[in-house]
């Protein structure tokens, strides 16, 4: 199996002659090779931005729609100038998530993609998780970091965790790989 990249920003898949028990398999269950729900985790950073566009694009030659998924984490701790209201600022965090998400959305139905978001609290891997399989999800896009070294140590990859507990598939886009799809798609 190949795929390629087309110049209208499309994902092409060829199947190979040595591919024939993928097509009987795609005969017998008529729900294998489609791709109707796709979840978007996002944290409003380049990166994530970068693994909208893949998601769009794959919705967009698939008649997918797209639910992107903001998780709020707020670290509970107290400084040395005393506690800090976390109510407050889950709100003002949430309502920011709010507003950039339905940017997002706008941007996303003006190509004529269905979107829609969710805004969850907690642990951002397990959330992912979780909502993908609440959500029937069929393709999961997550965007990675790259970081490596004792930054991926110490700050983990939520990426690797979604890819070890995601109910579907999970395609995962990293910042500095060589693009198949067009922003502009």
């Not at 729900?31 to 409003?44: H, Q, S």
């Not at 941007?107 to 979107?115: F, M, N, P, S």
């Not at 069929?138 to 965790?161: C, N, P, Q, R, W």
């Amino acid at each position: 199996m190949k795929v390629k990249p087309t110049k209208s920003g499309n994902v092409l898949v060829e199947l190979q002659p040595t591919d024939n028990s993928l097509i009987d398999r795609a005969e017998q269950s008529s729900n294998l090779g489609k791709i109707r729900r796709i979840l978007a985790p996002v944290d409003f950073s380049a990166n994530s931005r970068k693994a909208v566009t893949y998601a769009v694009a794959f919705a967009r030659q698939f008649g997918a729609s797209i639910t992107f998924l903001h998780v709020i984490q707020v670290n509970y701790a107290y400084g040395e100038l005393g506690a800090i209201d976390f109510s407050a600022l889950e709100r003002e965090m949430r309502g920011g998530a709010s507003k950039e998400l339905d940017s997002l959305l706008a941007e996303t139905r003006a190509v004529g993609v269905t979107a829609e978001s969710v805004i969850r609290e907690g642990s951002p891997a397990k959330i992912i998780a979780d909502v993908a399989a609440e959500l029937q999800t069929d393709l999961l896009v997550v965007s990675t970091h790259g970081y490596t070294g004792l930054k991926h140590v110490l700050m983990g990859s939520i990426a690797e965790h979604v890819v070890r507990y995601a109910p579907c598939p999970v395609l995962v886009v990293r910042q500095q790989e060589q693009d198949f799809v067009n922003s502009s798609s």
